[in-house]
């Protein structure tokens, strides 16, 4: 039996990372995790996914004293000295749950600092998927049925979002191509040929038939 592997994938909003994650998880008949470790992360917690809701991919600002509590928090233990709630906590809890799934099975993560969380499992592939700007304008426009400067304004203040939280939680840099394996900008071959070359590398990368 081979052993277990995981896909994490960074992204750009409006670059097509859900669906290619997506894409990936039929083709591997793998699990993918994206908004569904909040109701994981709040079943094994005991915390209702309203809490994990509130944190999904937001730093806690200016508590660096709850960041050190953090690191001294065993696995699933007590999830912060000062604040079960804070967003530090629930970045605790999250993360065992990200942990635990790893060591159950092969899947794929989308966000959340994964690649950071696991960056000791043996078997992972880290990527990050940007992609043009008007391509992820349209995207987002159809997506949520708005004009392209209200899909412009969510982009540029989701990315922003995204990479405070990465860059609070992790020693390293959203989007920056020395943070991952394998960085695709997915307008130049689409969802399906960019889930083709994420498969073909983490062939090579795990050396294994996929």
């Known amino acids: 039996m081979q052993q277990h592997f995981i896909i994490n994938i960074g992204r750009q909003v409006g670059s ?21 470790l909040i109701n994981l992360a709040a079943e094994r917690s005991g915390f209702c996914p309203e809490c994990f809701e509130r944190a999904d991919e937001q730093e806690q600002k200016g508590m660096l004293a709850a960041l050190v509590g953090y690191f001294r928090t065993p696995l ?15 970045f605790k809890i999250q993360s ?24 000791d499992h043996p078997r992972t592939v880290n990527i990050f998927l940007s992609a043009d700007m008007p391509e992820r304008i349209r995207r987002m426009a ?14 540029e203040r989701i990315d922003a979002q995204r990479a405070r939280y990465y860059n609070y939680y992790t020693t390293r840099n959203w989007g920056e191509a020395a943070s991952y394996d394998l960085c695709i900008n997915t307008s130049l071959l689409g969802d399906e040929a960019t889930a083709e070359l994420i498969l073909n590398f983490a062939a090579q990368k795990l050396n294994m038939t996929l």
Do not use: T, W
């Open 16 to 36: 097509g990372g859900k669906r290619i994650g997506e894409l990936l998880a039929q083709r591997l008949g793998i699990a993918l995790y994206d908004k569904e």
């Open 76 to 90: 699933m233990g007590n999830y912060s000295l000062q604040n079960p709630l804070s967003n530090d906590s629930l």
């Open 96 to 119: 065992d749950v990200i942990r635990q799934l790893a060591e159950e099975q092969s899947c794929i993560f989308i966000g959340r600092c994964a690649d950071y969380i696991l960056r």
């Open 142 to 155: 159809e997506r949520m049925n708005c004009n392209d400067e209200e899909a412009a304004e969510h982009i």
